[in-house]
């Protein structure tokens, strides 16, 4: 009973981690046509205001613990709206104006190889032996191969958009870790709702300090407005809600590996909606993420097998 309660909670969490990949893959989509209409941070300060309203609506009916009490509440709504929702909205938006979208999606796949580095400091406990640091590279080996990015893009003259981009994988590689660190006993819907409500002051504030944006840059379409709704409701609301709720079931570490399956799904958005071939290219970095994920759990899966055999054996 005990075996079959685990394995189910494993499978919640795997169907999860899959949505959240299938829900993430549309934000490149999103930020690109809301780029057209709206100044790049103003346009990441907007997603949040619409997540932070529907997170707290929901963090409100659901239960009465809707606001943080304590200091480490806080303190993890500071650190989730700073880092995890500001710092990489910002400067993922700015980024992504002057890079190509699978170049950009090549510099996102840091987050998880910047995650081990940060777990190092800040959570001891978190172990990575030689098999799992090669699941992290076959993963992200993976995402270079789905996106096929020009080596002329990678290696070309805009530096200061990359090193955005770098900065963008780092801040929200460092706001997981440490809100894995804190471990808060606020429940993760008004953990997030609160998080968004910081993440968004700061935004604003950014775009109101910023000498390169204004509302008379505001053009709006419906494209426009359909990349915001689309993520406010669900890159944003949805998406972080979810990443929350798994970040302490499954650690920061593995799960940023959703940063490899977001771009899988991006791939198979581009081909849905503009016709974009799925090569054999992009079929083999499919398998090389799954590759990756699976040396990452090698033990797990070792385990759970293990388990079913002796189950078999004593039937």
Known sequence: MVGESFL???YRNAALFVLLAALWGGTYPAVTLGLGSFPPILYAALRLDIGAALLLLYAGWRTDYWRPRTSRDWTVVALAGLLSLAGYSVLQNVGQ???????????????PILTVGFAKPFLPDERFGPVELLGVAVGFLGLVVITDPEPSNLLGANAAGQAILVLAAASFALGGVLTQRIDAEMPFAAQTAWAMVVGAAATHLASAASPTESLAQVDVSLAGVAGLVYLGVFASAACYLLYFSLLPRLGSVELNLVTYATAGFGAVYSWLLFAEPVTAATLLGFGLVLLGFGLLKWERLGAAYRGRRRGVESD
């Open 97 to 111: 104006q002057t890079v190509p979208s699978a170049v950009a999606s090549v510099l996102a796949g840091l987050i």
């Open 8 to 10: 189910a909670g494993r």
